[in-house]
């Protein structure tokens, strides 16, 4: 079912999974732009957000979790689902106090991902 105009933004720094994740958010209905790092994201310069930003946690350069910190110091409200490979309980312990709106560890189920995208996004 079309999502209209609700842009999914993905920010990881592996190139495979960027490909990936635009396909399959992109086969829901979802525009979805993608970004190499944290910087690039913030480079973008969008007027109005994303409906809801996948995030990596680790990353070259800014983290996930500083990214998060940049946009809630600026007052930007944007859903995020963080997505990792480093599923540990510190790493889980964060996102569960970061306020993130979902969280999933790499290697993750395809539909799980989409059905929390359209968890946060219908309600962004």
Known sequence: MPRGSEVISIVDDDLSVRRALRRLVGSAGYQVETFASAQEFLSSARPAGPGCLVLDVHM???SGFELQERL???????PIIFITAHDDAGTRERIRTSGAAGYLGKPFD?????DAIHRVAGAA
């Not at 809630?72 to 944007?78: F, G, T």
């Open 60 to 62: 070259d350069g800014m």
């Open 72 to 78: 809630v110091s600026e007052r930007r409200e944007i």
């Open 110 to 114: 395809p539909q799980a991902l989409l």
